[in-house]
Nanobody, 124 residues
Framework: QVQLVESGGGLVQAGESLRLACAAS????????MGWFRQVPGKERQFLAS????????YYADLVKDRFTFSRVNAQNTVNLQMNSLNPEDTAAYYC?????????????????WGQGTQVTVFS
């Protein structure tokens, strides 16, 4: 059974950093592309970043590309999202996701499996 578990969320002050992690199990992790999204109540889930199976391709949404870094360690079945210079607008639930097929991974429909999310709250 495929499982994704996010961790690392919390309450931080504006300007600080957080590092989110997503631990995967139940499949050949190194074969799948991965993504990070976030969502606030009442709004659609928002794409943040994606990474290919061997980390050769990374793609970031414009709103985070200068502040967030997406990485993966296949030997540990883990992906990480380093988030710097956080601001209150970054407050959301953050989700990692796994994609079993190739193609563009900027939309929720590209992903087959999702974690339960971890909450990030940034106060000014």
């Amino acid at each position: 059974q495929v499982q994704l578990v996010e961790s690392g969320g919390g309450l931080v002050q504006a300007g600080e950093s957080l590092r989110l992690a997503c631990a995967a199990s139940g499949w050949s992790f190194g074969l799948f592309g991965m993504g990070w999204f976030r969502q606030v109540p009442g709004k659609e889930r928002q794409f943040l970043a994606s990474i290919s199976a061997l980390s050769s391709n990374k793609y970031y949404a414009d709103l985070v590309k200068d502040r967030f870094t997406f990485s993966r360690v296949n030997a540990q079945n883990t992906v990480n999202l380093q988030m710097n210079s956080l601001n209150p607008e970054d407050t959301a639930a953050y989700y990692c996701a796994a994609a079993t097929t190739a193609g563009s991974r900027t939309h929720v429909s590209a992903y087959d499996y999702w974690g339960q999310g971890t909450q990030v709250t940034v106060f000014s």
